[in-house]
């Protein structure tokens, strides 16, 4: 047997040790792809920075978009630490003044009536609830987009339109419909065949699909048609909200009231996981008559509730949506001349909605290069789940710009790695 990893001063940090216990006792491809990662174990977060057990530094421009406050924001930590030491986890049987609040300052932050809502611990169980929700109000159809990504439990993982994940789990939830995103006529295609029965889901910009934005005006419409053919429209804000796009949502960058709105990563401030389900009262109407019908153990938990309070707080108070608006300004066109002073003749795209930015290559194996020449480099950044052609940054909106100046130098050092290792490129990006 290996010795437990475990000291009074907490877990054993060296790699080769954590790696051997996720092979005997989690999962030995989890240990595998960490391995071709660089076998790197993270221990310590602050800010954009994490640390690893050997004490090597990365700048995080990574984490799927928790990160909009950074790591551990102080003021998240004091809440967190404040409602540790007094009452983490309810009974469940009165109600909890720390959810209470976090509830009200969600909903002061959210679009025009979206006034309840149910907290949950992770993304895709928010979908769930607004899955269930759509069953509650007559919507038993579904209609997510091509390229969507939701999550991987049952309901969510049948609006994930992605055919690898899906393939091994068929049967998923029937009537689910996918039609390609930002194509407004073929959603009125399905909607039209079906009035009153469907709820749609769509995220403002798609993430995992790969940074993907749609025509401006896009979500605009695709309000008016749901409401024009008696759809429920749930946005999934899981990755865009809470200041990913340079706005609170990118509802709001559309002026869109949905029914139900998503919310997720950043909601706890990456210091709790957290995640909510918010609606307009007249779609929660049944769960207000009968507040059983849904519940689970940890929903809307005093700590994960302190977390959810720190996270808008902070972003209130120091300004994050207007700085994630003039970071993204800033970092976007600057990467884009990197790959076009290194890469200036293979097919790339750069684009960036906010704090949101894909570095897109016709060639996966290209994108795969850029992101281990990052890691060389001592930048995290993301692949994308549903695209295996972007790299995808998302960035804290606390970068420092000194935390900028080392992304910048350091990214131009990885597309110079790059383009050493495809030599038909160097030979361009010398000329
Ligand atoms: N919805 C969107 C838009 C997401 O990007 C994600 C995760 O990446 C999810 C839902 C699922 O969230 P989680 O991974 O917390 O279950």
Redesign the pocket.
């Known amino acids: 047997m290996p010795k437990d990893t475990s000291t009074d001063n907490g877990p054993v940090t060296d790699g080769e040790r954590v790696a051997l216990a996720y092979r005997r006792t989690m999962s030995s491809g989890r240990a595998r792809l960490a391995e071709v990662l660089g076998g790197h174990v993270e221990v310590e977060s602050s800010g954009a920075w994490l640390t690893t057990g050997e004490g090597r530094r990365f700048l995080n421009v990574g984490g799927?978009?928790v990160f909009i406050t950074g790591a551990r924001h102080p003021r998240v930590v004091r809440e967190v630490e404040r409602q540790l030491r007094k009452h983490p986890i309810g009974t469940r049987i009165f109600l909890d003044p720390a959810a209470a609040r976090a509830a009200e300052l969600l909903t002061s932050v959210t679009p025009p009536g979206l006034n309840r809502v149910h907290f949950s611990?992770?993304?895709?169980?928010?979908?769930e609830a607004a899955i269930k929700l759509a069953r509650l109000n007559g919507r038993h159809r579904l209609v997510s987009m091509t390229g969507?990504?939701?999550?991987?439990?049952m309901g969510?993982l049948s609006v994930?339109a992605r055919e690898t994940f899906q393939r091994p789990f068929r049967p998923l939830l029937p009537n689910v419909d996918h039609v390609p995103f930002g194509d407004v006529p073929a959603l009125v295609k399905v909607l039209s065949r079906y009035p009153g029965e469907v709820c749609v889901i769509v995220?403002p910009v798609?993430?995992?699909g790969g940074v993907v934005i749609p025509p401006p005006g896009y979500l605009r419409a695709v309000r008016e048609v749901c409401t024009e053919f008696g759809a429920l429209l749930a946005v999934?804000?899981?990755?865009?909200g809470l200041g990913r796009l340079g706005a609170w949502w990118g509802c709001d960058v559309e002026g869109v009231s949905p029914d139900i709105l998503?919310s997720?990563?950043a909601l706890g401030g990456a210091v709790m996981?957290v995640?909510a389900t918010i609606a307009t009262e007249e779609t929660f109407a049944v769960l207000d008559r009968d507040p059983i019908l849904h519940t689970s153990t940890f929903s809307a938990a005093p700590i994960a509730m302190a977390a959810v309070s720190g996270a808008i707080l902070a972003i209130q108070e120091d300004g994050l949506i207007e700085r994630a608006a003039a970071l993204g300004a800033r970092l976007t066109p600057e990467l884009e001349r990197i790959i076009a002073a290194y890469l200036p003749h293979h097919p790339y795209e750069v684009r960036g909605a906010g704090l949101l930015i894909g570095i897109e290559f016709a060639d996966p194996a290209m994108a795969a290069d850029l992101f281990m020449a990052l890691i060389a480099h001592d930048v995290v950044a993301n692949l994308s789940?549903n695209s295996d052609h972007v790299v995808r940054l998302t960035p804290p909106a606390t970068m420092t710009d000194s935390d900028v100046a080392f992304l910048f130098d350091r990214f131009e050092q990885a597309a110079r790695t790059v383009a050493e290792h495809n030599p038909e490129y160097e030979v361009l990006a010398d000329a």
């Open positions: 799927y978009g611990g992770s993304g895709t169980e928010a979908v969507g990504y939701h999550g991987k439990t969510a994930t995220e798609q993430g995992e999934d804000e899981v990755q865009t998503l997720g990563k996981p995640a789940l």
